[in-house]
């Protein structure tokens, strides 16, 4: 596995806001998402990453991209999971509305029926992926998103640990927004300084 070493921030491309707005309903239509499940579902929408820093290869070997303050809390779990013996990978960063689309594409080219494959990908423009704070995660020897990884050495070590780092398991069983459960997908977020100022939460 490659190190994991501090970056220049990358630029992002993310467009404006009502740019975004009209790309992702271009998206939803080219996809034939109807508004009314987005709103069925009380999904929040998710903006695009403002900046994103580049942090060592997923297993794919595509460039890990991160929000800066979500990659230096990565690299410091990442660093205590290795001290611990583990090695973790990660399978999916940062996504624009293209690839998301396109993740969304490719499962109803597989025949899957469009409410399925929106229970397991996020329509464009409402994946915690697009924010710069989530990460799929999965174990070195066996790089996969299954619903097995709950039970793998990383999936206890994650559940005991991440939170020390600012991460926390998005998407747990029973989640309101009818996504499946996903051991694997794990998001940053600013905890409460000392002085108790919490950054706004990102997921409404
Ligand atoms: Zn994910």
Request: glycine share 6%; proline share 10%; hydrophobic share 45%.
């Amino acid at each position: 596995m490659t190190d994991c070493p501090p970056d220049p921030p990358a630029p992002t491309g993310a467009a404006l806001p009502e740019d975004e707005k009209e790309r992702i309903r271009l998206l939803h239509a080219s996809l034939e998402i109807p508004a009314a499940w987005i709103a069925a579902r009380g999904l929040p929408r998710m903006p695009l990453a403002a900046r994103l820093e580049t942090c060592g290869e997923d297993a794919a070997g595509r460039p890990v991209r991160l929000l800066p303050e979500a990659a230096t809390a990565w690299r410091a779990l990442l660093a205590a999971a290795r001290a611990e013996g583990l090695d973790l990978v990660v399978v999916s960063s940062f996504r624009d509305l293209d690839r998301q689309a396109a993740l969304v594409r490719r499962r109803l080219e597989r025949g899957e029926r469009l409410e399925d494959a929106l229970r397991v990908v996020a329509p464009p423009g409402y994946s915690e992926h697009h924010t710069g704070r989530a990460l799929d995660l999965a174990e070195a020897a066996h790089p996969v998103l299954e619903e097995t990884f709950e039970a793998s050495a990383a999936g206890a070590w994650l559940r005991a640990h991440a939170g020390r780092f600012g991460f926390r398991l998005s998407y747990p069983r029973g989640n309101p927004w009818g996504f499946i459960h996903e051991p694997w997908h794990w998001a940053w977020a600013p905890v409460p300084s000392p002085a108790g100022t919490a950054a706004a939460p990102h997921r409404r």
